[in-house]
Every structure is written in structure tokens, then in C-alpha cells.
């Protein structure tokens, strides 16, 4: 398996958690959740975003081993500089909108990538940003690759079968 350093993107709802968690197991590799970082009052960042995206930059990325998922637009140039893979969950729009759907279905608390306070809400927001990611994102995802001082190697998943059997393959 290639990669120390995998970051984990996509639009909201396609599983990037999931899998983190998963890669993480099977590779032994720390995980980040940005969300969990982002959102847990406890850690100081929820009033603080520079000294989020400074703690991210300074503190997370320079570790030489992690997983990281989340898709933070205002760290994404320095994520994929740091990553030596890229694990790009391009799944179609209905497949993301039935995810972030489906989560709210779940108990509060169960999710172990965001706070335990963290209450699952669907927004105009988070459906702006899942209908508009494929058009949007994509692009960037591409241009942040390639302008990366070394670019990283991409797996680009199309759906959930294509990332359950690229985790068997994985080990």
C-alpha cells in the first residue's frame, strides 16, 4: 500500500469518516477527523478558525503518519502538499445526499469522527454544498494535485462498492 500520509476527500455524505476509520485500522495509521477537531467545543476551535487551521497546518500535517478526512477548503492547498495519497470519494450527488440523510437517523453521539455533543443537522448549507460539490470541487481537486510541489498518487472512487473493494485490495 502506498501512503503514510492519506487524505481523505468529497462532498458531505459520501463516508470519508467511514473510510478514514477503516484505512486507519487496516494500516495502522492515526486518524484525523477535521470534523471532530473542528466542531468539539472542548479543543477551542469553534469561535477560532485561524487557530483551527493553524493547529491542522503546524500541528497535524507535519506528523509523519496519518489518515485525515475532511474537506476544509481553507487547508485543502496544504493537505495536498502534505499527502502522498489521495483518496477522492467522487460519488454521484443522490449518493451524498442519501448519506448525510441517513446520518441523521443515527443516535446522537454515535459518530465517532465528531464530538459526542455534536447534534447531526441538514442545513440549506450543507445541501448548497452537496448539490453544487461534483461541480465545483472537482476541478479543484484536480488543480491541487497537480500544483502540489509533489504531487500525490489519487484513487478516485466512484461509489460505495468501488471504495468496499478498494479496502479488500487495500488489506
Known amino acids: 500500500m502506498r501512503g503514510q500520509r492519506i487524505l481523505v476527500v468529497g462532498s458531505p455524505g459520501t463516508g470519508k469518516s467511514t473510510l478514514a476509520r477503516e484505512l486507519g485500522a487496516r494500516l495502522d495509521l492515526p486518524v484525523v477527523h477535521l470534523d471532530r477537531l473542528f466542531h468539539d ?4 476551535y469553534v469561535d477560532d478558525r485561524p487557530g483551527w ?3 491542522v497546518v ?8 496519518w489518515v485525515m478526512d475532511g474537506h476544509y477548503a481553507s487547508t485543502l492547498p496544504e493537505r ?5 495519497l489521495v483518496v477522492h470519494l467522487d460519488y454521484p450527488t443522490r449518493t451524498a445526499l442519501r448519506g448525510i440523510f441517513a446520518r441523521r437517523l443515527r443516535p446522537a453521539g454515535s459518530r ?4 459526542p455533543s455534536w447534534r447531526e443537522r ?3 448549507q450543507l445541501l448548497h454544498s452537496v448539490l453544487t460539490f461534483r461541480s465545483t470541487e ?10 502540489a510541489p509533489t504531487p500525490p498518487h489519487v484513487v478516485r472512487l466512484h461509489s460505495r462498492g468501488d471504495a468496499r473493494r478498494w479496502l479488500d485490495q487495500v488489506g
Open 80 to 84: 495536498f502538499a502534505a499527502a502522498d
Open 112 to 115: 465517532p469522527d465528531v464530538p
Open 53 to 55: 487551521r493553524r493547529h
Open 58 to 65: 503546524e500541528v497535524q500535517l507535519p506528523q509523519p503518519r
Open 138 to 147: 472537482t476541478t479543484r481537486i484536480a488543480r491541487l494535485v497537480a500544483e
Open 122 to 124: 441538514v442545513t440549506w
Open 41 to 44: 467545543p472542548t479543543a477551542g
